[in-house]
């Protein structure tokens, strides 16, 4: 099967670029945004490295790896999810930093990256004419699928930690609204809503859920959570993470090598 490219589009084709959505893209997803949450409060509190630095720092390796992950031509398991996980502690941060450095309030927050998110949307469909994740197979097509993920963290962290701020729920009981939520619209999928909106949904919704589940992992058992900390919490998931990519590494269960049509022009260069 073949995606056919709107007349605008422009870019390098080659096969797609998002693994198949299957129970491990969604298991290490949750895994990473826990990991966002846990690795980022890791570094900046425990460590002691403030805000500002730990921010430069993520933003300048997720800078290096979506290079790579620019340059590749398919779908690289190691590479792609080393990204997702550099860009939820990015996306954690830049909510931080909004929060805690320049004392914007959670609401504002929210709306903002809300809006942001639909009109990165908006663009996207205009420009390409679909927001399928299985027709990631153009070098402008990636590009908005890393800017719609990258802002899909930040309002996933606005939202979660505004929640948490009017409800005052424990760590273990704040899993269970994103978790409900995403109940909710496997249902709706189940029951006729559209693939590529159940899917940006779920994806959202995971940002909290992930977050709340490492908050009740590493605080302390007198806030609620299991006294883990934020590092034992990080390298647990890190380790589960590198051994799920391992595994679709060697098995390549999760391709989908949905490749763009040739142009007119290479079309002619193969015959």
């Known amino acids: 099967m073949t995606t056919t490219l709107p007349a605008g589009s422009t870019g390098r084709r080659m096969l797609n670029k ?6 491990f893209f969604w298991v290490i997803k949750i895994l990473c945004t826990t990991v966002g949450e846990s690795f980022a409060d890791y570094v900046n509190e425990t460590l002691g490295f403030g805000l500002t630095n730990t921010t430069v720092l993520f933003s300048v390796g997720l800078a290096v790896v979506l290079a790579l992950q620019f340059r590749a ?4 398991p190691g590479i792609y999810w080393l990204a997702v996980v550099l860009i939820s502690v990015v996306g954690t941060l830049l909510t931080d930093n909004l929060t805690d450095a320049h004392g914007v309030a ?15 949307f908006a663009a996207w469909y205009a420009r390409e004419r679909t927001l399928s994740i299985h027709s990631i197979n153009t070098t ?8 719609v993920v990258l802002v899909t963290f930040a309002l996933g962290t606005a939202v979660g930690d505004w929640t948490l701020e009017l409800t005052g729920w424990s760590a273990g009981a704040s899993i269970l609204l994103p978790a409900s939520l995403i109940l909710a619209v496997l249902a709706a999928w189940r029951f006729g809503m559209g693939p590529v909106l159940s899917f940006w949904l779920a994806y959202i919704l995971t940002r909290p859920l992930g977050a709340n589940i490492g908050d009740f992992l590493a605080l302390p058992n007198g806030d609620g959570g299991l006294g883990l900390g934020t590092l034992v919490t990080s390298l647990v998931f890190l380790g589960t993470i590198l051994a799920t990519v391992v595994y679709l590494t060697v098995t390549r269960i999760d391709r ?7 142009t007119p022009e290479e079309q002619a260069v193969r015959s």
């Open 73 to 76: 031509r398919r779908y690289i």
């Open 106 to 120: 959670l609401w504002v927050s929210s709306t903002v990256f809300a809006v942001l998110l639909a009109g990165v």
């Open 256 to 262: 989908t090598e949905l490749a763009a049509p040739p």
């Open 18 to 23: 998002v693994p198949e959505v299957t129970v």
């Open 140 to 147: 402008p097509r990636e590009a908005w699928y890393w800017l």
